[in-house]
């Protein structure tokens, strides 16, 4: 879209244009529609522009929505996310070192992300965010990675790992790769498709939560997942809708149980595409808050809000004093009434 003097700039617009004056100077090359990087985008935006016109039978959501308390098929997934820890299957290797083996598969699908929203996305395992993949510090993690999508995917985790594992190469659509490491550091991690458009591959859902437990474990606690991610349902670069786990208001509609004087601990973390931060804040209650966590030891902020960048993450550590529902959503206000916002209800 041109520059056009008479016409109002949103925020928005401000920040990509920036964004683009930026690239043009240190980088411009790769915006070039020649490249390939440039023929992909152009090829992709076309493709799911196209999709998006022909299918605008979803609802809007606006401020003031209301999600109801329908247990549907998004909202269930939502619910399960944030107990689901994938473990692997565990073996032994000769040597003596423990293995964990999952199986990721990258797929083009349909998701619901709140009562009569869908969205046309990439995922992993058919889910947005992919599974939540847990092991303890020194495992040896494998993961079989078969790309079901049309497109070349990858997976590329956040920690320590050799250069040959890092995710950054392209894995062909109907082609196999497998990813192995030992897991390092300790602490609260995420994984993605590291695919240009990066944005793209992000936004379209390919990322979740990776765990690697101390080898010394943490304190007892009711735990919980959750990843912070936006979605845009007009291609205009702009989120029409935020959620936690994938669902708009899904623990609003469904409060979080929790037991009064318990310790419960969050493991968060932000994939949003689009917004240059998201944030987290607990009404009523303060919560101890341990940066990536690898060192469980380490002296925490405490506070009753954080912010964190795109890929950023955390250990949150709460206890509930006395019964009743803590509101917490993000403190973006446009985030919370667009789908981000959810309870905890302590009972005794």
Request: glycine fraction near 10%; proline fraction near 6%; charge should be negative.
């Amino acid at each position: 879209m041109a520059f056009d003097p008479k016409r109002p700039i949103s925020r928005r617009e401000v920040l990509k244009w920036g964004a683009i004056g930026t690239l043009g100077v240190i980088g411009g090359s790769i915006l070039n529609p020649s490249t390939w990087f440039g023929k992909t985008a152009k090829a992709m935006d076309k493709h799911e522009l196209h999709s998006v016109l022909n299918n605008q039978k979803h609802s809007t959501m606006t401020h003031g929505y209301d999600p109801g308390t329908e247990k549907t098929k998004g909202l269930e997934a939502a619910i399960n996310a944030l107990t689901d820890f994938d473990y692997g299957k565990l073996s032994t290797r000769a040597d003596g070192r423990t293995v964990r083996e999952y199986e990721l598969v990258a797929m083009d699908t349909e998701v619901e992300i709140a009562k009569g929203i869908k969205f046309s996305g990439w995922a992993y395992n058919d889910t947005i965010p992919g599974p939540t993949i847990r092991c303890t510090e020194g495992d040896i993690v494998r993961i079989k990675f078969w790309n079901g999508s049309k497109h070349p995917h990858s997976i590329h985790f956040h920690g320590i790992h050799p250069t040959n594992m890092d995710g950054i190469e392209p894995v062909q659509s109907g082609t196999e790769f497998v990813y192995e490491f030992e897991a390092k550091p300790a602490g609260m991690h995420v994984y993605h498709c590291h695919i240009p458009p990066l944005a793209k591959h992000i936004h379209k859902g390919l990322y979740g939560n990776f765990i690697i437990d101390p080898k010394k474990p943490r304190r007892p606690a009711r735990e919980f997942n959750m990843v912070m991610n936006g979605f845009d349902l007009d291609l205009d670069g702009a989120n029409e809708v935020y959620t936690v786990n994938g669902y708009a208001f899904a623990y609003q509609a469904w409060p979080i149980e929790v037991k009064v004087g318990e310790l419960v601990r969050i493991y968060l973390s932000n994939l949003t595409e689009f917004d240059l931060i998201n944030s987290f804040h607990l009404h009523a209650n303060i919560f101890n808050y341990y940066e990536v966590g690898a060192d469980p030891e380490a002296r925490p902020t405490v506070t009753d809000t954080i912010m964190q960048c795109q890929g950023q993450r955390g250990i949150l550590e709460v206890v509930f004093p006395e019964p009743g529902k803590y509101m917490f959503h993000a403190h973006q206000s446009e985030f919370a009434e667009l789908g981000w916002m959810g309870f905890f209800e302590a009972k005794v």
